[in-house]
């Protein structure tokens, strides 16, 4: 069984940066296409970025194209969101998800398409 735990969420202001982390265990490799979603209270879970399991191919949600961006070292079994010029709206629970699959190319944009999930990180970005 896998297991995804999140963490570098926090309290921020409005501009800033943060760094979220996703630690995979569970396999000796965990090395499946990664995706990072969040959820604001009162509404549906909103797709952030994916990242292939091979690391080549990314795919962003508007909403985040440009200030977002995913990456991964499968040495440590990781993924990270790197969050720039956070905004309030930006505040949310944040969490990643994998999806078993041995595809080297393809990233999945659906939360319904994804295997396991993390508890979720709280990011808050006050004006």
């Known amino acids: 069984h896998v297991q995804l735990v999140e963490s570098g969420g926090g309290l921020v202001q409005a501009g800033d940066s943060l760094r979220l982390s996703c630690v995979a265990s569970?396999?000796?490799?965990?090395?499946?296409?990664m995706g990072w979603f969040r959820q604001a209270p009162g509404k549906e879970r909103e797709f952030l970025p994916t990242?292939?399991?091979?690391?080549?191919?990314?795919y962003y949600a508007g909403s985040v194209m440009g200030r977002f961006i995913i990456s991964r070292e499968n040495t440590k079994n990781t993924v990270y969101l790197q969050m720039n010029s956070l905004k309030p709206e930006d505040t949310a629970v944040y969490y990643c998800?994998?999806?078993?699959?041995?595809?080297?190319?393809?990233?999945?944009?659906?939360?319904?398409?994804?295997?396991?999930w993390g508890q979720g990180t709280q990011v808050t970005v006050s004006s």
């Open positions: 998800a994998a999806k078993n699959d041995d595809q080297p190319n393809f990233v999945y944009d659906r939360s319904d398409e994804y295997d396991y």
């Open positions: 569970g396999r000796t490799s965990v090395t499946w296409p």
């Open positions: 990242i292939s399991r091979g690391n080549i191919n990314s």
